[in-house]
């Protein structure tokens, strides 16, 4: 069949890489895809959101099936365009729709949705305009660090993370009062601090089954050492060491299977992957978000992990028969290490040619380009996150010392990456 994936980050050239490999994948178009995509597909010159130009490329190219990467086009609807627009409804698109997209899209929506079935979050309340001075007074009343959360879509910067009473406050009212989100502050979660350590599981669901996918641990700030300004992800490593199987039957039993359950109960139409930001507490799993898409970086480590035929994988999830879908994962740590561009995650330079990525061949390793266009025949920087390199190892330490390996093969002007990948994983050799 003919196939169009939705995206343009390392994590499309992720799964590009991977339907690609399918005998089940006829032609594959990207729209707009990248220098990466590239290799595996057609791209086409359309934005992630622009539903008729989609929808025309789809009639012009014959598409039977829809993969979404990116959560945009989910929480403006995408779903439901195709399904309610005749000739077009027969595509088998993955992703949720509209309303079940809220789960990433609203976390007021996400967090009354946790309450309502029992799935273990931090406690919280939403305000807004209307209530502002009960605001104040709960944070006045809150333990510290207290959490305050934008309600919308803020490209990864609406949450704040305050130490003490009066920079709550005063965030709170930026938001509230002089729109520092926009439209994404009118409303504002205010929640709990979880300690524990981060991680990010990813479920594939027809809306009554599911699979889990490998686990993986994502670096989120900029410097070694976790340490400077958050970035949308700088490396991840999978599987991690202390996901054992108490564990994994905590998250199954405690927070997949409610939420699964709840989406049915809630009639919310959910066909495609959910990321579950999660916070091991000691072994007690509760979840920090939803997102209704998988993650980049992690991707990068996850899919190639998957031993299964991806395309077979999505019909499954289409034809709600996620049952008869054994997953085979491969034993191996897979580390990714991301390149980007000097200066991000605030400003940065494009148009950088790429240097190296000719002579790439190690084995168990992967390129996968994000920010990156063809200008001729070069290939050039045309992002903040430029691409991720993907290696296999026998754990995650010998994994990560590959990809920084490759990473010192590759050069473009102002390049950076993060060396210590998988850190506190470090295993040192007997
Ligand atoms: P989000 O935009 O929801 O992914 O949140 C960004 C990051 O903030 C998360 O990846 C966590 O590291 C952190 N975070 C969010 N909520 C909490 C919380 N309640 N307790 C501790 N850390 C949190
Ligand atoms: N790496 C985190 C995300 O994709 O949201």
Redesign the pocket.
Known sequence: MNILLIGSGGREHALAWKLKQSPLCNKLFIAPGNAGTALCGTNLPIGISDFEPLAAACKEHAIEMILVGPEEPLVNGIYDYFKNNPGLEKIKLIGPSKEAAQLEGSKAFAKSFMKKHGIPT?AYAEFSADNYMEGVNYIKAHALPI?L?ADGLAA?K??L?CQNHLEAMSEFELMLHRAKFGEAGKKVVI????KGI?LSMFVLTDGEHYILLPEAKDY?RIGAGDTGLNTGGMGAVSPLPFVNNDFLEKVRKEIIEPTIAGLKKDKLDYKGFIFL?L?NDNGEPKV??YNCRLGDPETEVVIPRIKNDLVEILMATSEKRLNEVKLEIDGRSAATVVAVSGGYPGDYQKGKEINGLEDTSIDDTMIFLAGTKNDGKKIVTNGGRVLAVTSFGANITEAAEQSNYMMEQLFFEDMYFRPDIGYEFKTVEQ
């Open positions: 931090a959490v959360k990864g609406g949450v993370i929640e709990d601090f979880l981060e989120k930001g916070m920090i978000e």
